[in-house]
């Protein structure tokens, strides 16, 4: 499995923006949060980013309650998925936060690009479950 350091992480959070903002492109993106009945007690997750750029790296960001498993499933209007591996540790010094990156295909360049998460809370009796959807649109690859 991949370990790269928080300041890593934030580096390449930071070199993604750089590059959507030089090459001009306008993010889209839309949040639904969705959760299980006000009648049982329930955990609220919100995705904080969306960022993908084509022939490059995908970084999807989540926010939530400490303790969750998340999965991630990244769909393309161009065709194609990606799947996250079950999420079980956060982002090392938060509490909640998650973040996945993944390496998102030339074909996907300036497309729509949807991210569904899916978290549990297997400590939870009786287990508690939330989803969230992204919308964004895929940056085109840099030069």
């Not at 992480?9 to 299980?36: P, V, W, Y």
């Not at 973040?99 to 939870?124: D, E, K, N």
């Amino acid at each position: 499995m991949l370990h790269i350091t928080l300041y890593k992480q934030r580096l390449i959070t930071l070199l993604l923006l750089l590059a959507i903002i030089l090459t001009g492109i306008r993010l889209e993106q839309q949040f639904i949060t969705l959760h299980f009945p006000a009648s049982t007690p329930h955990h609220a997750i919100v995705i904080t980013c969306a960022v993908a750029v084509a022939g490059g790296i995908g970084q999807l960001c989540v926010s939530t309650d400490a303790g969750a498993r998340i999965e991630i499933v990244v769909s393309y209007a161009s065709g194609g998925q990606a799947h996250s591996p079950l999420l079980t540790k956060q982002t090392p010094g938060t509490r909640g936060e998650y973040r996945w990156m993944w390496q998102v295909p030339r074909s996907a360049a300036g497309t729509q690009a949807s991210a569904q998460v899916s978290a549990s809370w297997p400590s939870s009796s009786p287990q508690q479950g939330a989803q969230a959807v992204a919308v964004f649109r895929v940056a085109p690859a840099l030069s």
